[in-house]
């Protein structure tokens, strides 16, 4: 489910219409975690980015030794 499906409970209607408080100040919230530094990443890339961060790591630590 996406977030421009989300249904208020307050109103009824679609949050991304904004048709009552509720929904406005939700809306709100919703832009502002879309602005984060990983919100454009879809959750594959980010498990990719971890595991090529782990075998860096990984790595790193088996040239110290």
């Known amino acids: 489910m996406t ?3 989300l ?3 307050n109103c009824a209607a679609p949050v991304t219409e904004g048709r009552c408080p509720v929904c406005r100040a939700s809306r709100e919230r919703m832009r502002e975690q879309e602005q984060g530094p990983f919100a454009g990443m ?7 980015l971890l595991v090529v961060l782990l075998a860096a790591l990984a790595l790193l630590a088996h040239q110290t030794v």
């Open 3 to 5: 977030y421009d499906r």
């Open 42 to 48: 879809s959750p594959a890339a980010m498990a990719v």
């Open 7 to 9: 249904v208020c409970a």
